[in-house]
């Protein structure tokens, strides 16, 4: 039995317990993170959510040599959309929206190729990938199933974006008891502005919603399994 390893964060020591915890890479996909897509088409600068990728793929790959499960989340619908409210649908009066065909063919459905992870943080077989309708990764979905099974109660958590998809599944975990470590370079925004307040709302109030770390902090600690190996 591996003993819980310290990990350096914000409000105070995160204790990562390397056999119930899992690395979650929220929504990295083509759509928001590549010119041409979805992010793009909105006028998003997609060079802030790229800029997430060297340092998580270093995670990624420790993570993986550590032994720790990794989920995989793609936000997207149906190719019917019957699984996208229509107010989603409909919000920002886009000219083209969900369901609409763009460069990386239709936005924000699954199977298209705008809707897939990049490259660069591919999944590997085995992995879990899971679609979700929503910003949040446990509405309408059995990520919360997936993870009590396998006696997973704490969270690494990465990926795009921070004020959205990455806030909304840090409040859910939070309400049904999973502890989440969010790695503030691993996570990322459009706007700077709401990625640096959303990560202090996450460590506010002796950590309120979970904890704050870096990648470096993080990749140091998970080094000293190697030793144990």
Known sequence: MIAPLTVEATPYPFLLDPESTALLIIDMQRDF??????GAALGNDVSLLQAVVPPLRRVLSAARAAGLPVIHTREGHRPDLSDCPPSKLARGNLPSGIGSLGPKGRIMVRGEYGHDIVDELAPLEGEVVLDKPGKGSFHATDLELMLRNRGIDSLVVTGVTTEVCVHTTVREANDRGFECLV?????????????EVGLRMIAAQGGIFGWVTSSPVLLTALAALEGEA
């Open 183 to 195: 790695l503030e370079d691993c996570v990322g925004s459009y706007f700077p502005e709401f990625h």
């Open 33 to 38: 993170l590549e010119p041409g897509g979805f």
